[in-house]
């Protein structure tokens, strides 16, 4: 199961993730890892990842993946059943945008997202919604805006569920189907 959470930022989307891996871990009786993508490249960021750390069960294992998010999913795959959650998925765009600005993103993304559906853990994915707002002025920053986009409709569409979050509110833009449903 893949469950994209999505929403601009400090919409409560990391929380909500966090409820939603927890009740499902409790559910299958089944350890969770948080895939943490951010870099503390900075105070602010620092305080960020201090914050989100304290926000989550001790007993969670963490794993810190700012690049190699296939890789380590295939890795954990073939391991015992766990959920996994991912936050946050437009964290891991930019690090890759600064680290390698030429590769070929949809090749990238298609093998995200091929591993992802392949991978037989539940899976909860936070990403950012980034282009409801003003189109930003820098090349860089309308580049990250465009792939950004461009990766979270490709997510949303492989995902089971998508859940929008707005002002701490989920709201359900994808849930997941019945078998026989169509």
């Given amino acids: 199961m893949i469950h994209l959470i999505i929403g601009g930022a400090r919409s409560g989307k990391s929380r909500y993730a966090l409820e939603q891996a927890q009740a499902l871990s409790q559910s299958k009786n089944c350890g969770v890892t948080f895939v943490a993508t951010a ?22 294992k963490l794993a810190e993946v700012p690049l190699a998010l296939s890789a380590f999913i295939q890795q954990v795959n073939q391991q015992t059943q766990q959920v ?5 998925l437009t964290l891991w765009l930019n690090n890759q945008l600064f680290s390698a600005p030429e590769q070929d993103f949809q090749a990238l993304f298609s093998e995200l997202i091929h591993t992802l559906t392949a991978s037989t853990c539940d899976i909860f994915i936070v990403s950012n919604e980034v ?43 994808k849930a997941k189907s019945s078998k026989g449903d169509n």
């Fill in 39 to 60: 870099t503390g490249l900075d105070d602010e960021m620092l305080a960020r990842i201090q914050r989100h750390k304290e926000e989550r069960p001790a007993h969670w």
């Fill in 84 to 88: 996994l959650l991912i936050d946050c």
């Fill in 131 to 173: 282009g409801l707002g003003v189109i930003p002025m820098g090349e860089i920053s309308r580049t990250f805006v465009d792939q950004a986009g461009w990766l979270n409709q490709a997510m949303a569409a492989a995902a089971d569920q998508v859940t929008f979050i707005a002002a701490g509110l989920p709201m359900t833009l």
